[in-house]
C-alpha cells in the first residue's frame, strides 16, 4: 500500500500499521500509540466486539465479521479525519482495496500519511500464528485453532 507522493500534504498524522498476521503490526501500534500520546484503531477490537455482540462460530462468520470490522474501522478513520485528528489505525489491510480507499479518503480529507509495514519470516509468522491460537488472551471468536 502507498500513500505516498512528492507534494507536502497538510492536515493531520495518520500512521496506517499493516501487515501479515503475526508480524507484530499490533505490538508495535500499541507503542506507537502510547509514545505519540495518540488514539489507536484496530480492525481486531471491533472485529472482538462483534464477537462480544454477534457471538461467533466458524471461519466464514469470522471473515464476515472481519469485512464488517474494515468496514467499520474506515468509518472511524473517517470520523477522525473529518474532525481534523492524528491517529494510527491497524490492521492486515489488503494493499488494493486499502490503499484505494485510503486514496479517497485523502482527497476529501488531506492528511499526512505514514505507512508501517510489518514483515517477518515465514517461520516466525507460522511460530507466532500457533501460539496465538493457543493463547488465553486470544479471542476464540478468531478461530485460530481451525
Known sequence: ??????????????????????????????????????????????????????GWGDRAWSRKLGTAAVAILFGCVEAELAAGRSFIVESNFQPAHAAADFHALRARYPFQPCVVYCHA???????????????ADRHPGHVDRE
Do not use: C, Q, Y
Not at 22 to 44: E, I, V
Not at 121 to 134: D, Q, S
Open 1 to 54: 500500500m502507498s500513500l505516498t507522493d512528492e507534494s507536502s500534504t497538510p492536515g493531520p498524522l495518520v500512521v496506517v500499521v499493516a501487515g501479515a498476521p503475526g508480524s507484530g503490526k499490533t505490538t508495535l501500534a500499541r507503542h506507537l500509540a502510547t509514545a505519540l500520546t495518540l488514539p489507536l484503531f484496530t480492525k481486531d477490537t471491533i472485529k472482538e466486539t462483534l464477537f462480544d455482540t454477534l
Open 121 to 135: 519470516e515465514e517461520e516466525v509468522l507460522l511460530a507466532r500464528f500457533a501460539a496465538r491460537a493457543h493463547s
